[in-house]
């Protein structure tokens, strides 16, 4: 790379976080703010949001190559469920799907780092909280989407609680400090995923898409934060 290069690089990366906040701003107002924003926005700055988080996290995790190409992979995958969810019915299935995929890929990638349930008061802790949401939609899931929605959830679970296990089971460890942002970053997930529900089955909510919005991109910062700066 040349110096000049390095240079334009050094300065996207600095400005990435600004852009990221600018963008899912941009996109947060278009969706739950139409006086503000024109709608149409949102084809925009929702996919753009999730792009800028990708190119946050592709130089990140040189040291941990596994985890990185999983959790890249996952990023990819939230990309596409990103774009599915812009429209709200005919997307919501394949919306599951890719963010089902994206949820196995975090699994696995944290699953480099720390044995499955290496941990397992996480697993508990977040089952109880999957059953609860559950239990509370559960007369108002269509019969046709019920499978499908507690594949989702236990999925969703189980990343956020292995999160967990690998920040539990690493106290004291270098790893720490990231095990911390996976297992932040996978909590918040599932309270993004967890309103998002509600407001579809048993909602609405005031103000979902702010509070949706507001939850999920910083979940996916926080996933991509714990693959660690690049000592290069």
Not at 6 to 24: E, N, V
Not at 51 to 77: D, H, V
Not at 84 to 100: I, K, T
Request: charged share 10%; net charge positive; with cysteine.
């Amino acid at each position: 790379m040349t110096a000049s290069a390095a240079k334009s690089a050094t300065r996207l990366a600095a400005a990435l976080p600004l852009l990221t906040l600018l963008s899912a701003a941009a996109a947060i107002l278009a969706l739950s703010q139409p006086a503000q924003l024109p709608p149409a926005l949102a084809f925009v700055f929702k996919p753009l949001t999730t792009i800028l988080i990708l190119l946050y996290a592709w130089p990140r995790g040189a040291e941990r190559p596994r985890l990185a190409r999983w959790l890249r992979a996952g990023l990819l995958c939230s990309l596409a469920g990103d774009v599915a969810l812009l429209w709200p019915e005919q997307g919501f299935l394949p919306g599951l799907v890719s963010f089902l995929a994206a949820h196995v890929c975090y699994i696995v990638g944290f699953c480099t780092r720390k044995k499955l349930g290496a941990v397992r008061w996480p697993f508990l802790m977040f089952g109880v909280i999957a059953a609860a949401v559950l239990g509370r939609l559960w007369p108002h899931i269509p019969v046709e989407l019920r499978a499908p929605v507690v594949v989702y959830v236990v999925c969703l679970s189980v990343m956020a609680a292995q999160a967990w296990a690998w920040w539990r089971g690493s106290v004291g460890q270098p790893d720490e400090p990231l095990a911390r942002w996976a297992a932040w970053g996978g909590t918040l997930f599932v309270l993004s995923d967890a309103m998002l529900a509600i407001n579809k089955f048993a909602g609405p909510l005031e103000m979902a898409s702010f509070w949706v919005l507001a939850s999920y991109w910083p979940a996916q910062w926080c996933i991509a934060t714990s693959l660690g700066r690049s000592r290069a």
